[in-house]
């Protein structure tokens, strides 16, 4: 069965770095999205992503952060400068477009790790 | 207030409990619905879409109410391996829009 797929599974960084997560979406898939989940806290949506542009964001997905799709398969997120509190668990985001039953499937998750 | 709100439990179940979660959500633009389950640290899977007329997949039974803008899912027979959180979810508008989280409640399934 098609995946979405995350590398890496755990990224530790110091306060002030860069960092950039990466997500392969299903292949055939034309919708991709980015959401956190601060460890306790719910899964909140920060962006989605089609066509090569951003379609919606939330308030959370400020100037330090942003997507991009560099080649057919990969979908980037990258944090400009880290902070404390982006520590969290990120996930990416895939859907098809093509049904208005079908809903987004997860990738496993990158845990960032922020001190 | 929160736009999906969820008993956060922990409910504790013997094996073989009938278990209900119900969901509240607050946009009545809101236009599809899902349950996903959640295992400690994993990502979000999807457990069954939700739709007006009910529907069951084996012991999961969905129900979505317009008028109340309630959603419930029923397990019977519980399995240990039931032991999850589960998650609300709707979303809003089109086919391709955000999925809006619930908290997610803890289901502990005991032998």
């Known amino acids: 069965e098609p995946e979405v797929t995350q590398t890496p599974s755990h990224q530790v960084t110091q306060m002030g770095q860069e960092v950039i997560l990466r997500c392969v979406p299903i292949?055939?898939?034309?919708?991709f999205y980015w959401y956190r989940q601060i460890l306790g806290q719910k899964v909140e949506f920060l962006v989605s992503f089609y066509n090569n542009e951003i379609s919606e964001k939330s308030e959370i997905f400020d100037d330090q952060f942003s997507v991009e799709r560099p080649d057919g398969s990969n979908f980037t997120l990258k944090i400009r400068s880290t902070k404390l509190e982006d520590s969290a668990m990120y996930f990416c985001?895939?859907?098809?477009?093509?049904?208005?039953?079908?809903?987004?499937?997860f990738g496993p998750g990158t845990r960032l790790t922020v001190l | 207030r929160k736009e999906v709100e969820q008993d956060p439990g922990p409910f504790n179940v013997p094996e073989g409990a009938t278990v209900a979660f119900n969901c509240t959500y607050s946009n009545s633009a809101s236009q599809s619905f899902f349950w996903y389950r959640q295992d400690c640290r994993k990502e979000p899977k999807l457990l069954m879409s939700?739709?007006?007329s009910g529907n069951e997949d084996g012991r999961f039974t969905a129900q979505l109410n317009r008028a109340s803008q309630y959603i419930s899912l029923l397990i019977r027979d519980s399995k240990l391996s039931d032991s999850a959180t589960y998650l609300c979810?709707?979303?809003?508008?089109?086919?391709?829009?955000?999925?809006?989280f619930g908290q997610g409640t803890t289901l502990q399934v005991k032998p």
């Open positions: 939700v739709y007006s």
């Open positions: 979810v709707v979303k809003r508008s089109s086919n391709t829009g955000k999925l809006i």
């Open positions: 985001a895939s859907h098809s477009g093509t049904s208005s039953t079908d809903t987004q499937y």
């Open positions: 292949s055939n898939h034309l919708y």
